[in-house]
Structures are given as structure tokens and as C-alpha cells.
T-cell receptor, first 116, second 114 residues
Framework: DTGVSQDPRHKITKRGQNVTFRCDPI?????LYWYRQTLGQGPEFLTY????????KSRLLSDRFSAERPKGSFSTLEIQRTEQGDSAMYLC??????????????FGPGTRLTVL | AQSVTQLDSQVPVFEEAPVELRCNYS??????LFWYVQYPNQGLQLLLK??????LVESINGFEAEFNKSQTSFHLRKPSVHISDTAEYFC????????????FGTGTRLQVFP
């Protein structure tokens, strides 16, 4: 168990550019979550996968945002035409859930995005 | 919809003093409650959680929290803090369902002074 990993840890980009982040969950975990954390705020839910299916998206996730989990393992989060308001820490979490139980979400270190 | 309120954005205390970090939640259905800790330059780590059963839950490093349904609270306490407890603490809530997405409070910065 190597924990949840995210790549890159830091990304600086110019407004209007596209960026893609990767999350590798704990290997046997079937659920994967993306959150966004801005300065002085708690993390906010963006989207959720159960295996490869994206089952819920927050209203925070505009059309410029897209997430995939093609084989039910790693996930990518892409932001197109970045805006300065997209600057934030993007967090990935995973959990192993079943039988309606609420299981612990394990968080990665995050990807800090700065849009200039 | 659920929400979480952490009234104290910062809590300064001296080492070995007791501390309480307050958390109140709002929900029309039964909830699960969590405290996560974020040390400087590190990711979020689960500190403790309440799912069911005993309303008093404890962590391995001396923190405890008590679920109070009538007051919709889940305050975090420690009788004697250490310098190493300096961190950001987040209270979170989720409801039993298909998603288990976490709704976080805005966080409380605990600063322990020598």
C-alpha cells in the first residue's frame, strides 16, 4: 500500500492553456474522488467514480472540466482554457466501499495549480 | 443539503494546555462525521470518525470527539497539546448513500506555542 499519489505536485500555467492532472489511488480501492481546495477554505467536492463510472459531478465542475477513470484504476482531471479562478489545490481521494458502508477516504498530497 | 460550520478559524494555545475545536453540522438525515488533519506541506489525514455506536471516539494521538445529535455538534478535544499538533483541522460530514462525498468545514488553524 503506497497510498494515493498525484502528479504533478505543482503546475504553473498561463491563462487559456489546458492542463491535465493524474491521480493513482490505492490499488484495491473502487471509489475515487476529486476535490478542490482554495486558500482559507475546506476541500469542495468535484466529482466521484465508482470503478470506471463517473456517478456524480458537482455544479462546481464547469464544462471546461473533464475527468476520466478509463480502466477503473488511475484517473485524470483536465481543465481546458484555464482561468485565474481555477488556481487552487486539486485533491484526489480513494476508498474501498461496499454494502452501503461509509469508508475512510484516503487523500493524496494534491496538485497545486497556479494560473497566471 | 448538508453543511459544516467551524466557527474558529484560528486557535492559539500554549503547549500542554487543553484545546477544543468546535464543529457544528446541519443535515436533515443521519450523518457520519470526520475530523481530518493537514500538517504543513502534507496531505489530509483522517484523525477520527464517527459512524455509529459510542458517541465518543478517540484517535491514537490523544484527540477525542463526541457526537452530540441534539446539538448537532462534533467538537474535537485534547487535554494537553504538543507543539507537533500545530496543523489545520477540518471537520467533515457525509450521509449514508451511494456517493459518500465529504462536505468540509472551512478549517481551524491550531497553533501551539512553547
Amino acid at each position: 500500500d503506497t497510498g494515493v499519489s498525484q502528479d504533478p505536485r505543482h503546475k504553473i500555467t498561463k491563462r487559456g492553456q489546458n492542463v491535465t492532472f493524474r491521480c493513482d489511488p490505492i490499488s484495491e480501492h473502487n471509489r475515487l474522488y476529486w476535490y478542490r481546495q482554495t486558500l482559507g477554505q475546506g476541500p469542495e467536492f468535484l466529482t466521484y467514480f465508482q470503478n470506471e463510472a463517473q456517478l456524480e459531478k458537482s455544479r462546481l465542475l464547469s464544462d471546461r472540466f473533464s475527468a476520466e477513470r478509463p480502466k477503473g484504476s488511475f484517473s485524470t482531471l483536465e481543465i481546458q482554457r484555464t482561468e485565474q479562478g481555477d488556481s487552487a489545490m486539486y485533491l484526489c481521494a480513494s476508498s474501498l466501499s461496499g454494502d452501503g458502508r461509509s469508508d475512510t477516504q484516503y487523500f493524496g498530497p494534491g496538485t497545486r495549480l497556479t494560473v497566471l | 443539503a448538508q453543511s459544516v460550520t467551524q466557527l474558529d478559524s484560528q486557535v492559539p494555545v500554549f503547549e500542554e494546555a487543553p484545546v477544543e475545536l468546535r464543529c457544528n453540522y446541519s443535515s436533515s438525515v443521519s450523518v457520519y462525521l470526520f475530523w481530518y488533519v493537514q500538517y504543513p506541506n502534507q496531505g489530509l489525514q483522517l484523525l477520527l470518525k464517527y459512524l455509529s455506536g459510542s458517541t465518543l471516539v478517540e484517535s491514537i494521538n490523544g484527540f477525542e470527539a463526541e457526537f452530540n445529535k441534539s446539538q448537532t455538534s462534533f467538537h474535537l478535544r485534547k487535554p494537553s497539546v504538543h507543539i507537533s499538533d500545530t496543523a489545520e483541522y477540518f471537520c467533515a460530514v457525509t450521509t449514508k448513500g451511494n456517493t459518500d462525498k465529504l462536505i468540509f468545514g472551512t478549517g481551524t488553524r491550531l497553533q501551539v506555542f512553547p
